[in-house]
């Protein structure tokens, strides 16, 4: 067990040097590594599994993190479906579970392995639940950015734990009625999701135990975060809210 123990350490401090801060939350089974990598891409890692969320911003951005073997994708944006950053890194051993208008996308040799799921689908993926999230603008309209059900926002449960990460959304009823959500990560860029304010308003109705602040790179630059975590501390509910750094060179 010491050993097991040392060895996450040491992977720790050798991502910490390459990518910056790297948090590690417990669970029933294993710890899960968060990797924040930039904008709304991160790598989660869990016993002997990697996940990269939205790979993008080429392949330099991985170098040092052993290569997926899941690739969760959100929708058909370039910051979300990036395939030149796909091409770049090492997909060999990876399955994609992704939306329907992203599988199209993909070259005939990644859809082989992908899974195409919808919102409100459940798959289980090396004891690991994905359940796939509704992620869109408000109001409804046919002519939005996002338009509803083509985009996933996802729930992970990974040893007990439940992650949510949003992808692209507005302040939309589906995610303040999370229940139970231990990290969540939650986007705030305008105009293309939700402003701090909406933001902070939500993560305080569903309550995460953790929650980052991330795809927060919008037409004005990047959102004031701190005034997101001063507006979640304020309410005195017991939300951690950890601020990283999602855009360094």
């Excluded at 996450?8 to 710890?31: K, M, P």
């Excluded at 950053?85 to 992908?114: C, H, W, Y």
């Excluded at 001063?230 to 509910?237: E, K």
Aim: aromatic share 8%.
């Amino acid at each position: 067990m010491k050993y097991i123990l040392l060895s996450i350490l040491i992977f720790d401090l050798a991502l910490t040097a390459v990518h910056g801060q790297v948090d590690t939350i417990s669970t029933e089974n294993g710890a899960i590594s968060i990797q924040p990598i930039l904008h709304g891409t991160l790598v989660l890692t869990w016993n002997n599994q990697t996940i990269y969320v939205d790979p993008y911003g080429g392949g330099e951005k991985f170098e040092g993190l052993e290569p997926p073997t899941l690739i969760l994708i959100t929708d058909i944006h370039g910051d979300h479906l990036n395939q030149k950053t796909l091409d770049e890194i090492n997909t060999g051993r990876a399955t994609f579970i992704v939306p329907q208008a992203v599988m199209k996308k993909l070259p005939q040799s990644m859809q082989k392995r992908t899974m195409a799921i919808e919102n409100g689908q459940t798959v289980v993926f090396q004891e690991m639940e994905i359940l796939a999230m509704p992620m869109y603008n408000l109001p409804e309209s046919s002519d939005s950015r996002h338009t509803k059900g083509r985009g996933n926002g996802y729930v992970l449960t990974i040893g007990g734990k439940r992650i949510y990460i949003s992808g692209d959304t507005e302040d939309i009823p589906e995610m303040r009625s999370l229940k139970g959500i231990d990290v969540a990560f939650v986007c705030m860029n305008l105009p293309y999701t939700m402003d701090v304010d909406q933001a902070a308003s939500a993560v305080i109705e569903f309550k995460p135990s953790i929650v980052y602040p991330y795809h927060y790179r919008g037409k004005g630059g990047l959102s004031d975060v701190e005034s997101f975590k001063n507006q979640v501390d304020a309410a005195g509910i017991p939300i951690e809210v950890r601020l990283r750094d999602w855009y360094s060179n």
